[in-house]
């Protein structure tokens, strides 16, 4: 199962403990992708003031499942399909996916060709992307306010990989700009709306809450978390995945939306090392063993 899954369902088992179980994203297979835009890509438009104020999102119930007419009966996922329940840790986003398979439904294969390090020594430009709580990214978001914000022609609601080889729908930001995309997962794919996942991945500059990167080691992010936090050990592609941030600050984020991530071991760390740091137990991003595997962030999910 992909590492995305995973994430995603670690996210909702984070927000459990910290806020209640996370709702359920729907997954959506198709071999039938529509793309709103084919256009070139134009310069990035000045990012919109996010707003300071965004709705609460405790005691709104989850999303019932809409189906996407542009998609035939059995292309389209229900929610139950998509994510699994992960250990407990913050919402949806705050320690990678859903627990059992990317928390958010989304496939993890450019990863693997970043180098530990690499995306965090990226430029960052004088006017960094962003992604907040609030504003374009708030949980009553939709495609058109992100084609409004962004300019239709930066953004296509798309087929993305998801689990298991699968393929759902998502809009996606800067599409053939490795440097400047984002995938935006909606809980209501029918209508385009409602946010349910971010995803920050490949070669992405683009950055979270929290002050949340690609390339981050274990230590820079118990910097940001202002304490150690707990993961799983490494699958079989050489991923970690956050399941708690055990209360530290990057547990509770302003605009009620909820970040995990997973991190993926130094390719020059050996399987030997590996085996002995396995998926199916736990650890702490201070223990020696895990340190010396040198995990860097290969994937940010941005949950509600």
Same mark, same amino acid.
């Given at each position: 199962?992909?590492?995305?899954?995973?994430?995603?369902? $670690?996210?909702?088992?984070?927000?459990?403990?910290?806020?209640?179980?996370?709702?359920?994203?729907?997954?959506?297979? &198709?071999?039938?992708?529509?793309?709103?835009?084919?256009?070139?890509?134009?310069?990035?438009?000045?990012?919109?003031?996010?707003?300071?104020?965004?709705?609460?999102?405790?005691?709104?119930?989850?999303?019932?499942?809409?189906?996407?007419?542009?998609?035939?009966?059995?292309?389209?996922?229900?929610?139950?399909?998509? $994510?699994?329940?992960?250990?407990?840790?913050?919402?949806?986003?705050?320690?990678?996916?859903?627990?059992? /398979?990317?928390?958010?439904?989304?496939?993890?294969?450019?990863?693997?060709?970043?180098?530990?390090?690499?995306?965090?020594?990226? &430029?960052?430009?004088?006017?960094?992307?962003?992604?907040?709580?609030?504003?374009?990214?708030?949980?009553?978001?939709?495609?058109?306010?992100?084609?409004?914000?962004?300019?239709?022609?930066?953004?296509?609601?798309?087929?993305?990989?998801?689990?298991?080889?699968?393929?759902?729908?998502?809009?996606?930001?800067?599409?053939?700009?490795?440097?400047?995309?984002?995938?935006?997962?909606?809980?209501?794919?029918?209508?385009?709306?409602?946010?349910?996942?971010?995803?920050?991945? !490949?070669?992405?500059?683009?950055?979270?809450?929290?002050?949340?990167?690609?390339?981050?080691?274990?230590?820079?992010?118990?910097?940001?978390?202002?304490?150690?936090?707990?993961?799983?050990?490494?699958?079989?592609?050489?991923?970690?995945? $956050?399941?708690?941030?055990?209360?530290?600050?990057?547990?509770?984020?302003? !605009?009620?939306?909820?970040?995990?991530?997973?991190?993926?071991?130094?390719?020059?760390? /050996?399987?030997?090392?590996?085996?002995?740091?396995?998926?199916?137990?736990?650890?702490? &991003? &201070?223990?020696?063993?895990?340190? /010396?595997?040198?995990?860097?962030?290969?994937?940010?999910?941005?949950?509600?």
């Amino acid at each position: 199962m992909h590492r995305r899954w995973i994430e995603a369902a $670690l996210l909702v088992g984070l927000a459990a403990t910290i806020a209640g179980p996370a709702s359920a994203q729907q997954r959506q297979q &198709s071999a039938q992708s529509s793309i709103i835009s084919d256009e070139p890509d134009a310069a990035p438009p000045a990012a919109a003031p996010p707003a300071k104020a965004t709705r609460s999102r405790s005691g709104k119930p989850a999303p019932a499942f809409e189906h996407d007419p542009d998609l035939d009966a059995q292309d389209q996922f229900a929610p139950s399909q998509v $994510l699994q329940q992960v250990p407990d840790a913050v919402a949806m986003p705050s320690g990678g996916s859903g627990g059992g /398979g990317h928390a958010r439904a989304a496939a993890r294969g450019t990863d693997a060709a970043t180098e530990p390090g690499a995306v965090a020594k990226a &430029s960052r430009s004088a006017k960094p992307n962003i992604v907040a709580c609030s504003g374009v990214f708030a949980r009553d978001s939709s495609h058109a306010k992100l084609a409004s914000a962004f300019q239709s022609r930066n953004v296509a609601f798309t087929q993305v990989d998801a689990s298991s080889g699968g393929k759902a729908m998502a809009s996606v930001l800067y599409a053939k700009d490795p440097k400047r995309r984002l995938e935006v997962w909606w809980s209501k794919p029918a209508s385009r709306s409602d946010t349910h996942l971010i995803v920050i991945n !490949g070669q992405s500059d683009w950055i979270a809450p929290g002050e949340l990167h690609l390339g981050l080691t274990l230590a820079e992010l118990e910097k940001l978390n202002g304490k150690p936090f707990k993961l799983s050990g490494f699958d079989k592609d050489r991923v970690a995945t $956050l399941s708690d941030w055990n209360g530290g600050l990057l547990a509770t984020l302003t !605009g009620g939306c909820k970040v995990g991530i997973s991190l993926r071991a130094d390719p020059k760390v /050996g399987a030997s090392t590996l085996s002995g740091l396995p998926a199916d137990r736990g650890f702490t &991003s &201070s223990d020696t063993a895990l340190r /010396g595997a040198n995990p860097t962030v290969s994937e940010i999910l941005v949950a509600y």
